[in-house]
């Protein structure tokens, strides 16, 4: 039975093959001999079989080892807006790319004087209203208000100073006027290195917004979440900067090495059948906005107690 899952490139044009069965440890090149490219290749995998086999004595398939850290929130603020809307005799229209700008930015309320930074946004996408995602930090007129209200226009202070208006009050027709302002869910993943595929991958952060059947704005949802790993091969051809630079600069007549990549996308699923589970790390479970994420082999303990832990099983 073999004893490594990494990337097998006995392929063309690599020719690349690894036989553990062989024993062989250590290429050894001698003067007067050519240099193969299977072997320069092959090289790269007898030190990656090491590395694999190690990090599943210590790690399990898709464990964190650097940071990488899951969080739950279930009462992140949103608010829907209208797709277009009259203010002050003035016809605005809200668009995927004025949402973008929005981020980062501050809105005001123009009725209670609400103030909110802008966490994210999300464009219009099937039955689901432009959303906006908030963190509430003035509480307006007499600190009795603590967030926006149905049919209320807000103005940013982004470039331009542009204005939106909340879902639904008088006129509020549109998709967005169904539960204009709540809360939902998110999941985030702080960036980090996960074990995967036999290589210790980093893994960039990121956030994915939850839901209950198909119900984005619930604060109870049910999810599968974790990460799609993708492996790839990838040439100067696609992505130039592999050329070679001898010089200082790029030699677009001159192509380079292909490279291996493995990259990883956050998602979500509605339950593990159907999940792919040979490219699908399951990062956490949730059920009804409680997360369950698993602790058999917690990253917070060091090292040597985990080994510790593993032999004496």
């Known amino acids: 039975m073999a004893t490594t899952n990494i990337k097998n490139y006995n392929v063309t044009p690599y020719y690349d093959d690894f036989d553990e069965t062989k024993g062989f440890h250590r290429i050894l090149f001698k003067p007067g001999v050519s240099v193969q490219a299977r072997e320069l290749t092959q090289m790269q995998t007898l030190l990656q079989a090491q590395i694999d086999r190690f990090g599943k004595y210590a790690f399990k398939e898709g464990d964190s080892v650097i940071n990488g850290e899951v969080s739950l929130d279930v009462e992140r603020d949103y608010i829907k807006v209208e797709p277009s809307f009259t203010h002050s005799s003035t016809t605005h229209t809200t668009t995927a790319a004025l949402l973008t700008s929005l981020v980062g930015s501050t809105l005001t309320g123009q009725t209670n004087a609400v103030t909110a930074t802008v966490v994210g946004v999300e464009a219009t996408e099937g039955s689901n209203a432009h959303t906006i995602y908030l963190k509430y930090t003035g509480s307006g007129t007499g600190n009795t208000f603590k967030s926006f209200?149905?049919?209320?226009?807000?103005?940013?202070?982004?470039?331009?100073?542009?204005?939106?208006?909340?879902?639904?009050?008088?006129?509020?027709?549109?998709?967005?006027?169904t539960n204009p302002v709540g809360q939902n869910a998110v999941f985030n993943l702080k960036e980090g290195v996960y074990f995967l595929k036999g290589n210790f991958v980093f893994v960039p952060g990121g956030s994915i917004t939850l839901d209950n059947a198909g119900d984005k704005y619930s604060n109870t949802p049910n999810n599968i979440v974790g990460l799609q790993v993708t492996e790839s091969t990838v040439s100067s051809a696609e992505?130039?900067?592999?050329?070679?630079?001898a010089l200082g600069a790029p030699n677009f007549s001159a192509p380079g090495a292909d490279r291996y990549a493995i990259t990883t996308t956050l998602v979500k699923s509605a339950s593990v059948t159907s999940i792919a589970v040979s490219n699908f790390v399951i990062l956490a479970e949730i059920n009804n906005g409680i997360m369950k994420v698993d602790k058999t082999d917690n990253p917070d303990v060091p090292l040597d107690r985990r080994l510790a832990k593993r032999t004496f099983r």
Request: net charge negative; proline share 3%.
């Open 149 to 177: 209200v149905a049919g209320e226009v807000l103005q940013s202070n982004a470039s331009g100073t542009p204005f939106v208006k909340v879902g639904g009050g008088s006129g509020g027709a549109s998709i967005a006027a």
């Open 239 to 245: 992505d130039t900067s592999l050329v070679d630079n």
